[in-house]
């Protein structure tokens, strides 16, 4: 089992989103919408988290076999209509995230970022949180997700009321 790691914000993640979202764009052409997750400032897992948006569901399984054959490994659908791939480069990686552009789950992550990027305050607290979780999980990753749920969720309901 891979350790946890919630590492401070390395000022270098949005040149490497940036290269890794050129890249996607290459290989997948005109039938994807890319998108950050990102929250300038947060510390994280040292890896870049990509969503990508397809036109439509109809494109989804080209997409996964391009992305495959672009040394990602495909892990599958996350439960939401979401497929996780992820490539390792390096001291850090890549988790890319394809889904359609209706998927909840994309719309709800967006809300998240956008709420977050709007109140450091909420950053930072869920920054001290990971960090902990991290810290107490025993590289029990159903822990550390688990843990951040009550936190995400409620952010995303403060994020709704302000809609």
């Known amino acids: 089992m891979r350790a946890i790691k919630v590492i401070d914000y390395?000022?270098?993640w949005p040149r490497r989103f940036a290269e890794i979202s050129?890249?996607?764009s290459v290989l997948l052409g005109d039938v994807?919408?890319?998108s950050s997750t990102s929250v300038p400032g947060l510390a994280a897992k040292p890896?870049?988290?990509l969503d990508v948006v397809t036109i439509s569901d109809d494109v989804l399984p080209a997409a996964i076999d391009i992305?495959?054959?672009a040394d990602f490994v495909f892990h599958g659908d996350?439960?939401?209509?979401?497929w996780a791939l992820t490539r390792d480069h390096q001291a850090y990686g890549f988790k890319l995230y394809l889904c359609d552009p209706a998927n909840l789950a994309h719309r709800q992550r967006i809300l998240f970022r956008d709420y977050l990027r709007d109140h450091t305050d909420r950053a930072e607290a869920y920054a001290d949180l990971k960090r902990r979780l991290a810290a107490e999980a025993d590289d029990d990753w159903d822990f550390y997700t688990g843990g951040k749920s009550a936190f995400v969720d409620e952010t995303i309901r403060?994020?709704?009321l302000r809609t």
């Open 47 to 49: 890896k870049i988290d």
């Open 67 to 69: 992305l495959r054959a």
């Open 10 to 12: 390395d000022p270098s």
């Open 22 to 24: 050129a890249e996607i």
């Open 32 to 34: 994807v919408l890319s």
């Open 78 to 82: 996350l439960g939401e209509n979401r």
């Open 158 to 160: 403060l994020a709704t």
